[in-house]
């Protein structure tokens, strides 16, 4: 009679063996991190040399263009201040020294081509401004540097292997408020190695033994991967600060500056 009674009553009445579980997940995440951990992966320069570590988080910024001298730059580039750490609500172009408020600034475009809604589409460019890493238990922050660009380079190029969801979002005011920026599709609200690594969770989830409860692990962790991450700039201009950002609730909202993790975390 009732779809969801059935599944309530089927999974509060299962049982599991705790251990087995722990056993079986334990071997998922160690299986995807093998193989996908290298996405999320940086630099660190030790006594000269250049050492792997894994990266905390990432800090994203939307691209926009001066209206005055067609300069491009970050939002983070040109609206956060390191002194105060804050954003200014008035901020000075740094090519042509125009005072500018975010209101007046064009949102920079990119077409690319996107194999998950089959078309070429064109997105407001992001670009990553902060990286936070650990090397030896110690947090350290740093800007992008060319490593960490092939790196997502490389990635973009590649073409993911496994099935994701990549369904149109559906009709409503709410549901369709990011297509101004190019957000159609559900894949798009994620990075694209978050993708990847969540198609690959999907795939060898669906043959284990717990699968519903693998399944449902992984519908719960989605949304702290989402671009709707809140950056709160005080925190994370602390110095290696922990990943305190908080989730967009209530809304399909996708900051300007928005936060990025690694899904397994």
Not at 45 to 61: A, D, M, Q, R, T
Not at 164 to 186: Q, V
């Amino acid at each position: 009679l009732s779809p969801n009674a059935t599944l309530i009553s089927d999974n509060y009445t299962r049982s599991v063996d705790l251990n087995d579980f722990l056993e079986e997940a334990e071997w998922v995440l160690t299986k995807v991190k093998g193989e996908h951990g290298w996405m999320f992966m940086t630099n660190h320069l030790h006594n000269g040399n250049k050492v792997e570590c894994p990266i905390n988080y990432v800090v994203w910024s939307e691209m926009f263009i001066c209206p005055i001298c067609a300069n491009e730059e970050s939002f983070w580039d040109m609206a956060v201040d390191m002194q105060s750490k804050s954003v200014l609500s008035e901020f000075a172009c740094d090519s042509c020294n125009s005072i500018l408020k975010k209101k007046d600034l064009e949102p920079l475009f990119e077409s690319k081509n996107d194999l998950g809604a089959r078309k070429v589409i064109r997105q407001i460019k992001s670009t990553p401004v902060l990286i936070n890493y650990s090397f030896q238990g110690v947090r350290y922050d740093k800007r992008p540097d060319s490593d960490d660009i092939a790196l997502l380079s490389q990635i973009e190029d590649a073409t993911i292997p496994n099935w994701y969801a990549s369904f149109c979002m559906p009709e409503g005011e709410e549901s369709r408020r990011n297509d101004d920026k190019g957000l159609t599709h559900t894949h798009h609200y994620f990075s694209k190695r978050n993708t990847w690594i969540m198609s690959s969770i999907l795939e060898i989830v669906k043959h284990c033994k717990h699968k519903r409860l693998l399944m449902g692990l992984l519908g719960s962790s989605t949304s702290y991967s989402t671009k709707m991450i809140k950056v709160s700039i005080a925190r994370v201009l602390e110095g290696g600060g922990l990943f305190s950002f908080g989730k967009v609730t209530g809304t399909l909202y996708t900051p300007s500056i928005y936060g990025e993790r690694s899904i397994l975390d």
